[in-house]
């Protein structure tokens, strides 16, 4: 039970970014809560404790979802033409800007393990867009292919994959400023 009340908060804020409705998120978290205690049992440690959560978690999300589209409450994408912006980041033939270029980040695992690391992530997520961080948490989080993903938000695979670029040159702006900028 302390594992669980340990992770609900990041799994709240992980259901209200997707989900978009606070009461509709704390929904999904008991239930993934509720199934998790069921099932405590079932848990065979080859993953950690909080991904097989965040698993079940993902399985009520996406129930939530679809009941949204059913009940007419979805809202799709809306494209976001912040072209202007990413284009900056890169010269003419397609390479960095050299004050864009991207920081070394040293070992990337080392950097998992860093309890700073994930909260300044939480922070940069939240700080994302929401039809950017949305489309990101479904394939990087949940692990949805990008097919699947626009399935469920109604959006053409070439426009995706732009989200994904764009999420991912966001988050490691902000990573970059929030966190490796504090280990130099």
């Not at 609900?8 to 606070?22: E, G, H, I, K, N």
């Not at 059913?70 to 072209?83: A, I, S, V």
């Not at 800007?97 to 991207?102: F, G, M, T, Y």
């Not at 995706?160 to 670029?165: A, M, P, Q, R, Y």
Request: hydrophobic share 40%; aromatic share 10%.
């Amino acid at each position: 039970m302390q594992r669980l009340t340990a992770v609900r908060p990041r799994l709240v804020s992980f259901a209200r970014l997707q989900l978009r409705d606070p009461a509709q998120a704390e929904d999904a978290v008991q239930e993934a809560l509720a199934a998790a205690i069921e099932k405590d049992d079932t848990f065979s440690g080859r993953s950690g404790y909080e991904t097989w959560v965040f698993g079940i978690l993902k399985y009520k999300i996406l129930d939530a979802l679809r009941a949204q589209r059913r009940n007419g409450r979805w809202q799709p994408l809306e494209n976001e033409l912040d072209e202007e912006a990413i284009d900056r980041l890169f010269q003419q033939n397609g390479r960095w800007q050299e004050d864009a270029r991207p920081s070394s980040w040293g070992d990337p695992e080392a950097a998992f393990l860093n309890e700073r690391f994930w909260q300044v992530f939480d922070t940069c997520m939240i700080a994302l867009p929401d039809n950017i961080a949305r489309v990101f948490s479904l394939r990087e989080l949940m692990g949805l292919s990008t097919e699947d993903i626009c399935k469920e938000t109604g959006i053409k695979e070439n426009n995706c994959w732009v989200i994904l670029h764009r999420a991912r040159l966001r988050l490691r702006a902000c990573i970059e400023r929030g966190w490796l900028s504090e280990e130099k």
